[in-house]
Every structure is written in structure tokens, then in C-alpha cells.
């Protein structure tokens, strides 16, 4: 098996039968979640489970880009105990940063201790429907990523890319249809998701997620 570089910088991928991604590790040695870690060539890779991450979910569907690199300074919304944020960590490497907010007091421990290896994370605990409260913790990102389960989720991401995305950023909105509307079709939410965003934001890429992650979808935007 052969690793690769993909052509999203800081991605890498298998060559075998089926793809599957990997990122360098940023801490030789030590996984985040179990993980498998894999030797080529004198680096070192950590295995991307695409069914405990949205954004590795992302990946094997396909999804054009992201707007995280090497160097990048990112946002992630919904940060829990860190699975995709070490993936993150590991892209951006020790030149960019990850401000990695979550608003449970639990998983923001669990999050402290991976900082203390990861010193290009900054654990927030915040709420992020209320972006102004931690202004002072911040600066502007290249890349706003959320992953948040509540129901005005797509007010909470449009907000943050209004209050933190560089002109010309990226985000990255994980949709959970059924933390919107469990009543109505996940295609519905989508589409009323999608006239949201287009009023502020440029879509550039969207993919359902299904079956890796029922009932969600990842939009990449662009800021104007």
C-alpha cells in the first residue's frame, strides 16, 4: 500500500483497491482515537475514519475542496473531543491554528489534554450562537468548520463567517437535517439551507453524506 498526496494540500490517500485518506501525524507516535498509524518513506500517518468525522465523510464523497492548508487559521464549531480537530491540526501543521470551540464543559476537558501535544489548538469553551463573546479569544480565520447539533445551526454558521471569515475564506457547514426539522425530508432541509447561505455566501460545493452519515450533508462557501 502507497501513500499519496492528494491534491488538497496537507491531504494524503492510499493507493489501493479503495481510497482510503490519511493525514501526517503532527505527533509521531501518538494516535487521537484509535486510530491506525501507518510508516512511508520516514513520516508518519494517521488513518481517517470517515464515519466519526463530517469532514473526512466529506473526502470520500468527493468534495472539491475544503479551504484548509498548510498554514491556514481555522474556526471549528462543534469541536466535541477532537477527532476531526487533530486531522485539522494535523493539515494546517505547526505554522497555521485551530480555535476549536465547543460549549460542553466534558468534551472541552478532553480537548485541553489533546492541546497539551497539539500546541496549534486552542481549546474555547463558549457558545457559539454568541460569537461576540469571544472575540477577544480570537482573530480573523481563513476557514470556518462547524459541526453543531441545534436547530438554528445555519443562523449560528452564517454568523461566525460574518464575525470571523477573511474576505475570500472558506467555510465548511456540516448540516444535521434532523436537528433542524425531524419532520421534514433531509433534501428539503437542504435545499432551504442552501437559499439561506446563497443570500450572504457563494456555494461552491455541496455533498450528501449518506450512508457514512445518515441524514447530513457538508456545503462548502465562499465568503464574498
Not at 500546541?119 to 463558549?126: E, G, H, Q, R, T
Amino acid at each position: 500500500m502507497r501513500i499519496k498526496e492528494h491534491k488538497l494540500k496537507g491531504i494524503y490517500f492510499t493507493d489501493g483497491k479503495r481510497k482510503k485518506f490519511l493525514t501526517k501525524n503532527l505527533v509521531k507516535g501518538k494516535s487521537v482515537y484509535g486510530e491506525d498509524l501507518i510508516r512511508d518513506g520516514g513520516a508518519e500517518y494517521r488513518l481517517w475514519d470517515p464515519q466519526r468525522s463530517k469532514l473526512g465523510a466529506g473526502l470520500v464523497k468527493g468534495v472539491s475542496q475544503i479551504g484548509i492548508y498548510p498554514g491556514s487559521i481555522v474556526l471549528y464549531l462543534g469541536a466535541s473531543t477532537g477527532t476531526t480537530v487533530s486531522h485539522v491540526s494535523d493539515i494546517v501543521g505547526p505554522e497555521g491554528f485551530v480555535f476549536a470551540l465547543d460549549f460542553a464543559p466534558r468534551t472541552t476537558r478532553e480537548l485541553v489534554f489533546l492541546c497539551e501535544d497539539r500546541k496549534n489548538v486552542m481549546p474555547i469553551l463558549a457558545d457559539a450562537s454568541q460569537p461576540k463573546t469571544y472575540l477577544h479569544l480570537m482573530s480573523s480565520v481563513d476557514c470556518v468548520f462547524q459541526d453543531v447539533a441545534q436547530r438554528n445551526q445555519t443562523e449560528i454558521f452564517m454568523k461566525n463567517c460574518k464575525t470571523y471569515l477573511k474576505k475570500e475564506g472558506f467555510g465548511i457547514y456540516a448540516v444535521k437535517s434532523r436537528s433542524i426539522d425531524v419532520a421534514r425530508k433531509p433534501r428539503q432541509v437542504f435545499r432551504e439551507v442552501r437559499e439561506e447561505l446563497e443570500k450572504t455566501l457563494v456555494v461552491v460545493d455541496f455533498k450528501e453524506l449518506d450512508p457514512l452519515e445518515k441524514d447530513h450533508c457538508v456545503f462548502v462557501v465562499k465568503k464574498k
